[in-house]
C-alpha cells in the first residue's frame, strides 16, 4: 500500500479530516539537537486535532505515528485470516514482556500483558487470600476504582477497611508518610498505595511505606497508572509486592494495554482473576494473562511505543514534563483568585488548580467552549479545580494560550 493510501485510510479509521496526518506523508527524521527542535519533531509525530488544545492527557493519550501505523498494519493483517495470522503469527508477548520488565525495574517473570491499570490492580485485590476482620489500609484519595474494588470484598468477605486521608497537597514526605503508620493495626494484612495521585498529582514516597510494610509482613499494592513512564519507575527498588499500570497513559501505547506486576516470591499466593488453564502453575505470572479473546494488534503495537519512548528517553522525558508543568504553573499562580492544588515539590507534569468564584465542571466547560482548551474538571472530597496535564507533543505557545484564558477569568 502505498504511503498516501495508508494515510487516507487511517485519518478515515480515526475519524480524523486527512489534512491531521498528512504532515506524515514525508516524516521528518528525528533532529540531534536537544533544543526546541527536537521538541518539535516529536510534536510532529503525532496526530492534531484541527481547533483542540488537549491539556487532558492524564486520562489517556493519544498515539504517536509510529504506534498508530503498527497497530494500524497489524489490523489489517490479521483481518486476513484471524484464526492464523493473530493467533499463530502476531501473538508474540515474550519480546515485549522482556521490553516492559526493563522498564519497569523488574525480571520478566514479573510481568503479565493485561488491559488496564483497573485490571491489573483489581486481578490482585481479588485474588489475595484474606480472612474476615483482616485489615486493609488505603487512603480516601485512591483511584475510584480500587476504592470500589476494596468496597466490595468489605461487603461479601467482612474484610476490615482502614481510611488514611492525606494532606493535600504537601511537599512534606513525612507528612505523607505518617497516616498510613499510624493506621498499621497487628491485623493489617494489606496497604494500598497510589504513587501519584490522579486529582492533584501528588507524589507519594511510596519506598518508605514499602519498607516499614515488608518489616511486618504486610502485602503492598502501588498503584502505578500515573507514575510508568511519566517519573523513573523501579518496581524492585520501590519494594511493592505488586503493582498496575495503564500503558494507555503515558507511554502513549494503544488504547486497552496495560501492565500487572507481581514480585516472583508472591505470584503463587495471589488467585488469577479469570481462571487459568491447568498448565499454568501456580507461580506462573502467565497465570494472569488468560483473558478469552483478545486484541493481538492492540497488545503487539506496545513495542512501536517503547520504541518511541527510548528515542525521547525516560529521563528527558521526565524533565521535559516537569518544564511545561513549572511553566504554565508558575505564571498562573501570578495570576489573582488562583491557588495551587499540587505540591510545587513532590509532583511531575500533572497539575491541580483552583480558581475563585468557578466550580470545576462549569470551569471545564468554559475552557472547552470559549478557548477550545481540554482539561479535566476535579471535585473530589474538598478539591475543587481543573487538572492540566500537558503531554511531551504540547508546545509553550498552546501553554500561553491556556494562560490568556485564565488572565481572562
Known sequence: MERRTFLQALAVWLGLPFEAVRHWERPRPMPPDEGEDFWAWVRSEFPRHSSLINLNNGGVSP?????????????????????????????????????????????????????????????????????????????ESDYPSMVAAWKQREAREGIQLRWVRLPLPSDDPEALIAPYLEAITPRTRVLHLTHLINWTGQIVPVERLTAEARKRNIFT????????????????????????????KWLCAPFGTGLLYVRKEKIASIWPLFAAPPERKADDIRKFEHLGTRSIPTEQAISAAIDFHEQIGAVRKRDRLIALKNYWLEAALKLPKIKPLTSQRLSAGLATIQVEGWEPAKLADHLLEKHRILTAAIDWNGLKGVRITPHVYTSFSELDRLLEALQKL
Open 63 to 139: 498515539h504517536p505515528r509510529p504506534v498508530l501505523e503498527a497497530f494500524f498494519r497489524l489490523e489489517l493483517a490479521a483481518n486476513e485470516a484471524p484464526a492464523y495470522v493473530m493467533w499463530r503469527q502476531q501473538d508474540q508477548k515474550e519480546p515485549i514482556r522482556q521490553r516492559l520488565a526493563r522498564l519497569c525495574g523488574a525480571d520478566p517473570e514479573e510481568i503479565a500483558l493485561v488491559r488496564n491499570s483497573t485490571e491489573a490492580l483489581e486481578t490482585v485485590i481479588f485474588g489475595l487470600d484474606l480472612r474476615r476482620g483482616d485489615e486493609v489500609i488505603l487512603a
Open 221 to 248: 499494592i502501588v498503584d502505578a497508572a500515573h507514575s510508568f513512564a511519566h517519573i523513573l519507575v523501579d518496581f524492585r527498588a520501590m519494594g511493592c509486592d505488586a503493582a498496575g499500570v495503564s500503558l494507555h
